[in-house]
């Protein structure tokens, strides 16, 4: 496409909190196509294979139809040749399965030598970056866009030792992973108040990519504030055990009480619920905690990523307040919003995420790509945006440290002023 993408990645290689992924949706994909396009009790359309637009329909009832329509159709619509490109840039596919009672469409990656899928994925992926030319700047952190007549002209980053990076590009794309470690941003966004979350995956998910879109203008999506949860998770070691620790003598109460509730279970038919007046288990389900031993452990409500975020259109740009695009801005992956109601929709759609944060950024290039072709066709001097000049335009221009300025210039962002 004649791209020269730049990375700033705030970790010291690629890989992100999507290490930890394992697999990725997948439809009407050369797996799950023809005779192999399952069908799904769960569907909105049970008596049809689980398609694209059954699965679409589905996942849209499931998120009570406030995400996008256009925005899924182009998501859903794109995973087909996703997955023929992820595979020509080295990514195996190791099975197609289930999660649960859910359809066969989650497509789960070969972990090769690595320790995980998600970690060789992203390690095929990085190796073939490096292949191609991708010019990456590690431990470096995205700080701010720089914007011109309300368009993007690029991105300031800073190194760990406070160097500030320049790089100039009529298009930028947000992908910062969301808000996942920064409780405060998520307790400001969200209904969840629960102390007791915890954040699974790398420690490096901040929010920073949506605070700079919003400091550029931009509007964040309904379903802000949403997360994916993955269920219980520990927190802090398993320590005691609870017929004779001391640590025990506070559960004693909790335990005496259960016990008791699942004596007046025991003559009950299965699914009666009324023996346990706190949470309604069913009777089949009650049984005593005897003698032990049992570990205790505390758990918290774990979640992988946080997915609500930046408003975006069908083809990923930002939207300001108005409903605006903001010129040559766009998100992708976890800090796009726009896809999910008030939850995963791990049984419809199982993988949706690592597919968005893969899609996403697709169906940015491609577009921007196109767009980026014909102008560079029209490309006439750009002779005139020297680092001189770079360093005293721009809103950087005020920045203290400004004296640091290293201007960046990628060839082929290199366009006429006012590309964007
Ligand atoms: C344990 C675990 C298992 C999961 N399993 C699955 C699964 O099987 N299927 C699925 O669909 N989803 C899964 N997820 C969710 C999935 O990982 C995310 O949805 C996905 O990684 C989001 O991609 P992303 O690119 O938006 O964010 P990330 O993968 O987190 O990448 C964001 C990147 O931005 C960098 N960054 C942050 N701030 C800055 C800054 N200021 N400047 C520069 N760089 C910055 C970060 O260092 C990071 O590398 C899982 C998550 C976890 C934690």
Known sequence: MGLKPVVIERLSGYGGSFIGTEGMTGLEI???????????????????????????NTCLNFHHWIPQHKLYENFFGQMNETIDWLEGHGIKFADVIAIGAGPKIWHVYDKGDNASPGGYFMQCFGKEAENLGVEAYFDTYGRKLI???????????EDEKGNVLKVEAPVVVIATGGYSNNSEFLYGVSETKNVNIQALGMDCRDGDGIKMAKDAGADMAEGLGTVMWCGPVTLGAITATWTTDAYSAGVQATVDQYN??????????????????????RAKYMHAVDAGPYWLCEVGDGYYTTCGGIKVNEK?????ENGEVIPGLYAGGSDAGGLYGDSYDVKFAPGSQAAWAVNSGRLDQRR?????LKREKQMSDC?????DTLSKEGPQANDPRAFLLQSRKPSSTCLPRGAG
């Open 147 to 157: 914007m011109e007549d309300g368009k993007v002209a690029g991105v300031l980053a």
């Open 30 to 56: 050369k797996y799950t196509s023809g005779e192999n396009c399952p069908m799904f009790a769960g569907a909105y359309n049970p008596n049809q294979p689980y398609g694209v637009k059954n699965a679409m």
């Open 368 to 372: 921007e790509g196109v767009f980026r």
């Open 260 to 281: 008791q509730a699942c004596a007046a279970a025991a003559g009950l038919d299965g699914e009666d619920t009324s023996a346990d007046e706190e949470f309604g288990k």
């Open 383 to 387: 002779s005139d945006r020297d680092s």
């Open 316 to 320: 990923t740009q930002v939207l300001d």
